[in-house]
C-alpha cells in the first residue's frame, strides 16, 4: 500500500477560514470561536479528548475514530503548535498538556531551530525545509503507515500547493468569520484534481471528502 | 472502555431484506444479486477483497475502512458460514478462501457440533447457546476490543431482540427484493431504542448509523 498524506477533520468556516485573526495564548483561533468550528467533532464517543464516556455515534463519529487509524505521523506549521512568532520560546510545550492526541513523531515547520521535544508517546521534531523534504521525513518516520497533515490553513495551502496532498476530509462549519486564516475562496477550487463528496451531517457541518482523480 | 456489540457493512434492499430467498452454493445471497446490495463496497480503497489499487476514498470508505478497526472478534449466523443446512460439511470451509477477511476469532451459531477451523489468522469456533452466552464468549476472545454481529438478518433480530446490539451500520441498497430474510419493516422500527444518523451516499446507498439512547 501507498503511504497517504492525508488532512483529517480540519474545520474551516463557511467562508473558507481554518483560523480567526489575531492568535494568542488566550485565543489560539483568534478572533473564531473553536466551539464553532469544532463542537460537532466535541460530541462524538470517540474525540480524543473526550473524558467522559458518552458521545454519539453517527456519522461525525466516523471522521474522529479515523484520526488515528493507520497514521504514523504528522506535519503541523509552526502556528497550531504555538501562539509565538519568531524564536521559540524553550518552555512552551504544546496546547496540548502532557498527553498529547498524537501518539506518533510530529515533524512542525518552523524556521527557528529547537531541539525535539518528547511528550508521553508523542515527539516533536522542529524542521525547516521545502515540502517535498519534510514529507520524506515523515513518510519515514510513519514505517509505512500514512502522515497526517494536520494544518493550519496555509499550511495545508503550502502542500496542495505542491501537489502532495493525497485525500482531504475537510468540515465545513455553519459559521462566517470574515476574516482569518484561509483554506479556500471555495471547495470548487479543488475539483480539477480531486473527486469530491459532500456530505451533511445531522449535526450542522457539511463534511467533504476529496480524494485524487 | 466498554467493549461494544457492532453490526457494519451490513446490506439490506430498500424493502428490508438482507438476502433473497433459495440460499444455495452457486447463490450465497439467494435470489438476490449480491452486486446490487454490495458494490458500493466493492468501490471503496479500503474493501478488503481488493485486488488492485484503486478505488474511491470518499464517504463509502470510511464504512469500509472502520469494519476491522478496534475489533476483537465476529459473531455471524450458519447461514452467513455455509449453505447447508443439518449437520456440517466437514470439507467446508466458508467462503473466503485460505484467506478470510475477518482475522479474528469467530463464532458461528450453530446446533450442530463442529471442531474448530483456522484459516490464516482467523479461527472458526462453533458455537450453540442463547445470545447472551455467544457474546460473553466472544467479548472474552476480543481481549478488550470490540465484538462484530456480521449476520445475516436473522442472526442480527436476534441480538437486537435480547437488546444486545451497542451500536448498527446498515446500508440500504436501491434495490427491491421483495422475499427474503428480513432484518426490518423500516428502519423507524428502531427508534424508540437508538439515536439514527440517514446519510445519504452519492453512490446510491443510504446509510442508517444507530446507537444507543
Known sequence: MPQLLRV???AVSSDGFGAGEGQSLERPFGHANPVDLMSWAGATASWPNRTDPGGS???????????THDIGAEIMGRNKFSPHRGPHDPDWQGWWGAEPPFHTPVFVLTHHPRPS?????TTFHFVDGEPEAVLEQAKAAARGKDVRLGGGATTIREFLDADLVDTLHVAVAPVRLGSGVRLWESPDELRDRYHCDVVPSPSGVTHHLFWRR
Open 8 to 10: 483529517q477533520n480540519f
Open 57 to 67: 455515534r453517527g456519522l461525525d463519529d466516523y471522521f474522529t475514530r479515523d484520526f
Open 117 to 121: 521535544l518528547t511528550l508521553s508517546d
